[in-house]
């Protein structure tokens, strides 16, 4: 989810929920402790040099059990480091604490936002070695005239 599609879905909120991908919900009353940009200078495995930028919210549960973040709160709070740090329409990723600190994704399902699990992932497979998979077939799937019969290819 971009920064522009969460302004504007905060827009039409009258409150805020974060959604775990476990189903669990955020305290509600957590604080929104950081918004920045974070850039990512690096080299992949293959030699190319990257550049990624993202969008970083941090959520953190205090004992201010009193304390609701409410929607135009943190509309200010976002365009407030846009102009300070000079943040484009990036992607946003969230930290949230869990057995260490965590980071996710972030989607919006109607009525809460929702933290995603994100994945490590190669990106030079071309060039790192790395063989393609192949694809699984269902045995059962296969006509019998498919299977095992001189000339099929499946042995």
């Not at 393609?132 to 095992?148: H, I, M």
Request: hydrophobic letters at 30%; glycine letters at 8%; one cysteine or more.
């Amino acid at each position: 989810m971009k920064l522009e599609e969460v302004k504007s879905t905060l827009s039409e909120l009258d409150t805020i929920a974060f959604q775990l991908p476990n189903g669990d919900l955020v305290p509600n009353h957590f604080h929104v402790t950081e918004v920045g940009k974070i850039t990512k200078h690096f080299i992949d495995c293959g030699g190319t040099v990257r550049n990624e930028e993202v969008v970083n919210f941090q959520l953190w549960n205090a004992n201010d059990y009193d304390h609701r973040l409410h929607p135009e709160k943190l509309v200010h709070i976002i365009e407030l480091s846009q102009k300070t740090l000079d943040i484009g329409d990036l992607e946003v990723e969230v930290e949230y604490q869990g057995q260490t600190i965590e980071k996710f994704a972030l989607d919006f399902d109607g009525t809460n936002f929702l933290l995603t699990t994100k994945q490590t992932d190669c990106l030079a497979k071309d060039k790192c070695g790395v063989p393609a998979e192949k694809p699984k077939v269902k045995l059962s799937g296969l006509q019998s005239s498919e299977c095992c019969t001189p000339g099929s290819g499946c042995c």
